[in-house]
């Protein structure tokens, strides 16, 4: 836990922000909107790749990071995870995952049906 909080601490490079957003096939949209911040303000960080993100927005891309691999593992592969987040579901009341994503809360709720999921668990 230590290194999390150290690199939350140090700031998330913006080229490993690049490199999450070119891993999931995510628009600069998408990104902007998990990271609550505006498309400018996102296209103006791509752009200082030496650049950092801030403490609150470093947490919420460890955050992030952290539903997409737990996601990838319980769905057994990238594609169908990327499925699974674009489709409503009746356990969100019938919003997609993604739009979740946006709060901590809503990470918090998917990473629970994904153990869920992931362990065999119906709901």
Known sequence: MNALLSKVQEGVSIAEVAQFQQQ???TQQQMSFLLNLSHKGYYNLLHRPSGRLGIPNSGKFLK???V???GEDALMSREAFLEWLNQPHWYFDHHT????????IGADAILEELGRTKYGILS
């Open 64 to 66: 992030l990071q952290q």
């Open 68 to 70: 997409f691999q737990e």
């Open 24 to 26: 999931y096939s995510l």
């Open 97 to 104: 995952p993604f739009e979740m994503l946006d709060n901590p």
